[in-house]
């Protein structure tokens, strides 16, 4: 089997963080002391990728600055000897083939997805939003991937949500199977309301899709909020008797939402302090804190 590629789209215009997004893009944002960005990228390089093509919008050119190597900066760390922040720079520009192709005019998911289709080919692929961070500690890709080796179908991945969160997600309808921690998907809607959603599963930002899905999203019309989603596009699939279906990965594991900014701030402070170089002075410091509030 080829080596599979994945896609990061990071073409949105990150309204929710202005003015900090006017002129950088939201998959900038530190996460402690990393970009977003960064650790999805990491994500999909642990989990055996190593070309990787992310969909950028206009003022994007941070990102691709990002994955670049500085020499300068690398020669000054060099030269003061600071070795610890001289291979985390360099490792930014190391870590895969990176790619970059224009979305041109953000006009949803899956038109950002269908800007793939040349670079990615006739292969499976990998789609990863920037917003859902997944914990390096869990494998979630990695299940994805061996569910997509195993089935053909494309998989996403799912996790249970408050109902009265649903509105922020894609919802699934699902049926067991013989595998566990892997369901059927037979419908998908994109932010129903509460009402409406066939469940409380939650599509969170993690695909692997067949390449049959570029020519499902050509004709996908706009759907929710004027855009063409991906949502729409797996619809078709799981709803195709003759196609490969959709299987979902059920997520229990730890997810960082960064897209919005409570979870933002939220994603920061968990990360760092879980972190073996900045827990030990930031935990004794939110204890108090806390006792505080
Ligand atoms: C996108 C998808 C949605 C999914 C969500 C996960 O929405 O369209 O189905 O549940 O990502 O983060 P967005 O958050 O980009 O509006």
């Given at each position: 089997m080829k080596k599979m590629k994945a896609v990061i789209p990071?073409?949105?215009?990150?309204t929710r963080f202005l003015p900090a997004t006017k002129a950088m893009?939201?998959?900038?944002?530190?996460?402690v002391d990393k970009p977003a960005i960064q650790y999805v990228v990491e994500e999909a390089v642990s989990a055996g990728i190593d070309d990787i093509l992310v969909i950028i919008g206009r003022n994007k050119n941070a990102i691709s600055d990002h994955f670049d190597s500085v020499p300068e900066l690398e020669v000054k760390l060099q030269q003061k000897g600071d070795h610890g922040r001289l291979e985390r720079v360099m490792k930014s520009s190391d870590l895969a083939d990176i790619h970059f192709v224009r979305?041109?005019?953000?006009?949803?998911l899956g038109h950002a997805v269908l800007r793939a289709r040349t670079h990615v080919g006739d292969s499976s692929f990998a789609v990863l939003l920037g917003d859902d961070l997944i914990d390096e500690r869990d494998s979630l890709l990695i299940e994805m991937i061996a569910a997509h080796e195993a089935t053909g179908a494309a998989v996403i991945a799912l996790m249970e949500v408050d109902p009265a969160h649903i509105h922020m997600y894609g919802a699934a309808a699902v049926e067991p199977t013989d595998t566990d921690g892997v369901v059927k998907v037979t419908g998908l809607v994109e932010k129903p309301a509460a009402e409406d959603?066939?469940?409380?599963l939650a599509v969170i930002g993690r695909y692997v899709l067949p390449s049959s899905v570029f020519e499902i999203l050509e004709r996908t019309e706009p759907g929710k909020g004027g855009e063409i989603q991906l949502t729409d596009a797996l619809q078709e699939l799981a709803a195709d008797p003759d196609g490969p279906g959709v299987v979902g990965v059920t997520f229990r594991g730890r997810r960082y939402d960064t897209g919005d900014r409570v979870d933002y701030i939220k994603a920061i402070v968990q990360l760092a302090a879980d972190r073996e170089d900045l827990g030990p002075g930031l935990r004794p410091w939110l204890k108090e804190f806390a006792e505080r509030l």
């Amino acid at each position: 089997m080829k080596k599979m590629k994945a896609v990061i789209p990071a073409a949105g215009l990150g309204t929710r963080f202005l003015p900090a997004t006017k002129a950088m893009p939201k998959e900038m944002l530190p996460v402690v002391d990393k970009p977003a960005i960064q650790y999805v990228v990491e994500e999909a390089v642990s989990a055996g990728i190593d070309d990787i093509l992310v969909i950028i919008g206009r003022n994007k050119n941070a990102i691709s600055d990002h994955f670049d190597s500085v020499p300068e900066l690398e020669v000054k760390l060099q030269q003061k000897g600071d070795h610890g922040r001289l291979e985390r720079v360099m490792k930014s520009s190391d870590l895969a083939d990176i790619h970059f192709v224009r979305q041109g005019e953000p006009k949803g998911l899956g038109h950002a997805v269908l800007r793939a289709r040349t670079h990615v080919g006739d292969s499976s692929f990998a789609v990863l939003l920037g917003d859902d961070l997944i914990d390096e500690r869990d494998s979630l890709l990695i299940e994805m991937i061996a569910a997509h080796e195993a089935t053909g179908a494309a998989v996403i991945a799912l996790m249970e949500v408050d109902p009265a969160h649903i509105h922020m997600y894609g919802a699934a309808a699902v049926e067991p199977t013989d595998t566990d921690g892997v369901v059927k998907v037979t419908g998908l809607v994109e932010k129903p309301a509460a009402e409406d959603a066939p469940s409380n599963l939650a599509v969170i930002g993690r695909y692997v899709l067949p390449s049959s899905v570029f020519e499902i999203l050509e004709r996908t019309e706009p759907g929710k909020g004027g855009e063409i989603q991906l949502t729409d596009a797996l619809q078709e699939l799981a709803a195709d008797p003759d196609g490969p279906g959709v299987v979902g990965v059920t997520f229990r594991g730890r997810r960082y939402d960064t897209g919005d900014r409570v979870d933002y701030i939220k994603a920061i402070v968990q990360l760092a302090a879980d972190r073996e170089d900045l827990g030990p002075g930031l935990r004794p410091w939110l204890k108090e804190f806390a006792e505080r509030l």
